[in-house]
């Protein structure tokens, strides 16, 4: 199976990419700058320069025609202004999810956020409200996407443990934190998978071994979508 991330050179995408060229799949992570070249490659994937922000679903098209399956892992975190989101935060999600229906590839894999939600209300901090809500948009919108198998992660607050292989993964997890080392291992698993149920799904530190945990919600119905209101870490 061929994996495409976007977002490549992230903390969370490095561990995926290395999960998944362990076992010896081919990743593709694309990048927007020279410099982050040699991360990526040392991480097993192949590097692929282009702006996320700028570029065209078309253009992206083209890099996805030998992909099975992707994973959207790209985030500015915060915009440039209340109200203001960044485009890899809300347009670049729509233009790769885009690309992804022009090229056939169905299996589609969101980290998102805990706490995504188009009407989020978040007083303290209106750059974090104003990420939450970009994220929520485009969360709805690849999930009503009828031509893509569609995931939504949406982890809480990340730690940069080595990882305790337990996890929480469901519609509605609650409060806590992840090591980044588990959210990779989840997200390495499902971007493999056919499909989930539920297509939304919190991830927290718990009990159930990950295997366990994604294979719980592999395969089935989608059930209706709920946005959800706690805020947790982007990568």
Not at 153 to 180: C, K, N, Q, Y
Request: hydrophobic fraction near 45%; proline fraction near 7%; glycine fraction near 8%.
């Amino acid at each position: 199976m061929s994996v495409v991330i976007a977002g490549g050179h992230g903390r969370i995408a490095l561990l995926v990419s290395r999960l998944l060229t362990d076992q010896s799949r081919s990743v593709t992570g694309i990048i927007r700058r020279p410099e982050q070249v040699a991360a990526v490659r040392a991480a097993g994937a192949r590097p692929l320069l282009l702006d996320l922000a700028t570029a065209t679903a078309e253009q992206l098209a083209e890099r996805l025609t030998d992909a099975r399956s992707v994973l959207f892992a790209a985030g500015a975190g915060l915009g440039d202004a209340p109200g203001k989101a960044n485009p890899v935060d809300h347009d670049a999600v729509l233009a790769f999810a885009d690309a992804a229906e022009l090229a056939g590839v169905r299996r589609f894999v969101m980290l998102s956020a805990m706490g995504a939600d188009p009407a989020e209300h978040y007083p303290a901090d209106p750059l974090v409200e104003t990420f939450l809500r970009a994220r929520g948009r485009a969360d709805e919108n690849l999930l009503s996407r009828a031509a893509l198998d569609c995931t939504v992660v949406r982890p809480s607050w990340f730690r940069d443990g080595p990882g305790t292989g337990l996890v929480e993964l469901a519609e509605h997890a609650g409060p806590g934190e992840i090591d980044r080392a588990d959210a990779a291992a989840v997200l390495a698993a499902l971007v493999t998978a056919p499909a989930t149920n539920p297509r939304v799904l919190e991830l927290i530190s718990g009990s159930t071994p990950i295997a366990d945990a994604v294979s719980r919600v592999v395969c089935g119905p989608p059930p209706a979508h709920r946005t959800i209101g706690a805020w947790g870490h982007r990568a």
